[in-house]
């Protein structure tokens, strides 16, 4: 089988010319703080592009989610309702504020939060302040019907777009669904600073306020004066070129995502395999990670602890423990899906509602049919390599190879 000499990423940086330049910009300019012409015209283009009235450039995703989550007023003890299968950066922040964590199981149609069953969890908890909804891989989420039920229970929505920048739900962009709203630029998301994040809001004072808090909430005084706690979470002006320099090819690396998640489908047409899925009518994800789903009857037999996965090959059937061990073999780097956040052990002792109703985390036993979703497309799903420098000819090796697996 190939094996790649030259190593085939999940989702490595793609730059372009023009990052360097404002780099160096800022050098020439001593901006090499966190403040700086790079910061404010990075905000302006993603207020622009998002259709949102402020941008907070800030040092991650991870801080801006931790902001939103404060500025929602979630306190120590508050439930915060959170989709299940993500990151786990989407929840820690609620455990920075010593809140709460439930989290909501996935529907098939996105795999993001299934609103069916965040109805259901305001029945059973009403007094929830706050849901943290995530567009997985680039999907986005049903969006106005998880909005129409925060309203109709009083909840604040935040929306971790972290990884669907440039993705639009019937027209509007994704990030701007929330109160307030988190994206990313790490290393691997569509487009990158190195590192970076921003709060995008709507609302003046939440914007002045997370301004404030990320850094170190200092008072308007003479001297440092604090009167609540603080935070370093500022951009710094030399990240802020980086981003500056990719935010013109964002939709440029949109359609080539789009370019590799068609290319894939195609070639698995013959497979008992589906792709991370989509409403065509409404959504126009921007394809951060093309994504598979291995059908039910086609799964050959696989065990996963804690820190290791086992499998049993079988004619016509694979698993993805199976494949992905096949394409590291190749040099190809795959990714499990995200493993769902009520099977980590850190948070053992929160709940998981799901259609057959409620769980507590890994410690309740749970019989096959009694299953979760997000649990499901853990166990029959993974991560394709979606690097956009990847050639079209590399790509068909790489389904040749996920064919072989099915051999
Ligand atoms: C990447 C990511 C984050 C965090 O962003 P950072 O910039 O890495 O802190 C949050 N949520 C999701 C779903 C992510 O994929």
Not at 47 to 60: D, F, I, P, T
Not at 170 to 193: E, R, W
């Amino acid at each position: 089988m190939t094996r790649f000499e030259k190593k085939i990423w999940l989702s490595s940086p793609t730059m372009h010319g023009e990052e360097i330049k404002f780099v160096q910009q800022a050098y020439d300019t001593n901006w090499m703080s966190t403040v700086g012409e790079n910061i404010d015209e990075i905000e302006r283009l993603i207020c622009e592009m998002v259709g949102c009235k402020y941008a907070v450039a800030l040092s991650s995703g991870t801080s801006a989610l931790h902001l939103a989550v404060k500025l929602a007023g979630v306190k120590q003890g508050d439930n915060v309702f959170c989709s299940d299968l993500t990151f786990s950066a989407t929840v820690n922040p609620v455990i920075y504020e010593k809140a709460n964590p439930i989290f909501i199981d996935s529907e098939y149609d996105t795999w993001n939060m299934d609103p069916v069953v965040l109805e259901e969890a305001f029945k059973i908890y009403p007094d929830t302040k706050a849901v943290i909804v995530v567009n997985l891989y680039g999907t986005p989420a049903k969006l106005d019907e998880i909005s129409d039920i925060c309203k109709k229970y009083g909840a604040i929505l935040i929306e971790d777009a972290a990884e669907s920048l440039g993705a639009t739900y019937k027209g509007k962009q994704t990030g701007s669904f929330g109160t307030y709203n988190a994206i990313s630029f790490n290393g691997n998301k569509i487009i990158t600073g190195s590192s970076g994040g921003m709060l995008l809001t709507d609302d003046l004072e939440a914007a002045n306020k997370a301004r404030k808090w990320s850094t170190q909430s200092r008072e308007d005084a003479p001297w440092y004066q604090h009167e609540e706690i603080g935070y370093n979470y500022r951009m710094s002006n030399v990240i802020a070129g980086v981003i500056r320099g990719q935010i013109p090819y964002l939709e440029e690396h949109i359609a080539k995502k789009k370019a590799i998640y068609e290319r894939y489908k195609d070639g698995f047409k013959d497979l008992p395999i589906t792709m991370n899925p989509y409403d065509e009518y409404n959504m126009e994800p921007n394809f951060w990670l093309s994504c598979m789903l291995i059908d039910k009857e086609a799964m050959c037999k696989q065990i996963r602890t804690d820190n290791k996965a086992f499998y049993d090959s079988e004619p016509g059937k694979s698993c993805p423990t199976e494949i992905l061990e096949t394409l590291a073999n190749c040099n190809v780097e795959g990714r499990p899906i995200w493993k769902p956040m009520h099977m980590q052990p850190l948070f053992k002792n929160n709940l998981l509602i799901f259609r057959e109703g409620t769980m507590r985390s890994v410690t309740d036993d749970y019989s096959e049919s009694k299953i979760s979703v997000s649990a499901d497309i853990f166990n029959r799903g993974l991560c394709l390599p979606s690097d956009i420098k990847m050639t079209p000819d590399e790509q068909d090796k790489i389904i040749e190879i996920v064919k072989s697996c099915f051999k």
